[in-house]
């Protein structure tokens, strides 16, 4: 089962920061991120979403290949590529992985004021004690999480500002 994780930042490249830290912890095994996303909010209160995965890329890449494939059967292989690359962006735009992009812009609507940003995680599993620990002192306030209360204390007393760091 996963956690859904919404963490609040004063800007977009302190969360940033974060997303590439918990990025790295996933090369070392110590947690499996099924989605992470930067949500921020401009001085219009417009909510843009910053997706780690992008599937219109994926989609368009993998048209292609299919195309071009499908292609050389009808010795048409650049207008195959054209077709499954079109055809794959398309359907790319409009599949959504992860976290729900409404529900996403629903609670960053309400939790972020422009200028700040968010990020949003789903936890597919982590090592809890080693995760927070890389975490510790990085600054933020945890708006939501689906964690037990327990580890969503431990999560807030990690975030929380080192005394005597700078900010």
């Known amino acids: ?11 977009e490249a302190k969360a940033e920061e974060v997303r590439t830290k918990i990025l790295d912890m996933q ?13 921020t909010r401009d001085a219009n209160g417009r909510i843009k ?3 780690w995965f992008h599937t219109t890329t994926t989609g368009a890449l993998s048209g292609a290949f ?12 650049f207008i195959g590529a054209a077709v499954g690359m079109a055809s794959g962006a398309i359907g790319g735009a409009f599949t959504d992985v992860g976290i729900n992009d409404n529900q996403m ?24 004690d080693k995760v ?6 990085v600054g933020g306030t945890v708006v939501r999480t689906s964690f037990d209360h327990a580890k969503e204390d431990e999560l807030r ?11």
């Open 1 to 11: 089962m996963s956690d859904l994780v919404f963490i609040a930042f004063d800007s």
């Open 27 to 39: 090369k070392e095994y110590l947690i499996d991120i099924g989605d992470a996303v930067i949500a």
């Open 49 to 51: 979403l910053n997706q």
């Open 66 to 77: 299919w195309g071009m494939l499908i292609g050389w059967i009808f010795l048409m292989p």
């Open 105 to 128: 812009r629903q609670q960053a609507q309400a939790a972020l004021t422009p200028g700040k940003a968010g990020l949003f995680l789903l936890i597919r599993k982590m090592t809890t």
């Open 132 to 137: 927070l620990a890389d975490l510790k002192g």
């Open 157 to 167: 007393a990690a975030l929380a500002p080192v005394a005597g760091a700078p900010a």
